[in-house]
């Protein structure tokens, strides 16, 4: 791992891979330091944010917390998602992949993903664990308008529109789950750590 400082309140801790970020991410959530007020995961990084406390204590605490699997943790339910798997590029995603529609739609729902991290808008998880064989390249022409509640695949990961939004991913289906919502709380349904399975309608 390599540290960085991002002021006299932030460290941005930089890791080789999205497995290790996870991994480190889940243990630095499970033993909280007292001065940290947030840890934001990306697919290479964990901004930690803290205020009180010197940097260095909290590098030291960075280094010294142990990476946390899956398995290790207590989790709750996973989140149910309803999906109407209708979406445009559902057929071609089949054929890339040589699952088929049917095989598309197996694979998606067959496991459980979990919320790597959140981004490019409000509520837009970035979810992965899912089947290898749904690993495929986001469209080679973005689409200009993407409707809220399309869920797609790009690369490793799975995800859901939150709202209407430019968008590259390909489309496999729809759900009217609301992603984000600023009277509930927390607005995002989902959280990274979350842990998502998919159910066909």
Do not use: K
Not at 27 to 43: F, I, K, N, Q, S
Not at 67 to 76: K, Q
Not at 92 to 104: M, S
Not at 132 to 151: D, E, I, Q
Request: net charge negative; no cysteine.
């Amino acid at each position: 791992m390599r540290i960085l400082d991002m002021g006299d309140r932030a460290l941005l801790v930089e890791f080789d891979g999205l497995a290790d970020t996870l991994a480190h991410y889940r243990g630095l959530a499970a033993e909280r330091h007292p001065a940290v007020t947030d840890l934001v995961p990306a697919a290479r990084t964990v901004l930690v944010r803290f205020r009180g406390a010197r940097p260095d204590s909290v590098a030291a605490w960075v280094r010294s917390t142990a990476p946390l699997t899956v398995d290790e943790l207590s989790g709750s339910e996973p989140v149910e998602i309803p999906v109407r798997y209708d979406g445009p590029d559902l057929a071609e995603v089949g054929e890339i992949t040589g699952l088929g529609v049917e095989g598309v739609v197996a694979a998606h729902t067959g496991r459980t993903w979990t919320v790597a991290f959140v981004g490019f808008s409000p509520g837009f998880g970035y979810l992965v664990g899912g089947d290898t064989g749904l690993h495929v390249p986001r469209r080679s022409s973005p689409r200009t308008s993407v409707p809220a509640g399309a869920v797609g695949l790009a690369g490793e990961f799975s995800g859901i529109y939150p709202r209407r939004s430019p968008g590259g991913w390909q489309l496999i289906g729809s759900t009217t789950e609301r992603m984000w919502d600023v009277d509930r709380d927390p607005p995002a349904l989902l959280q990274p750590g979350t842990e998502v399975r998919f159910v066909a309608l």
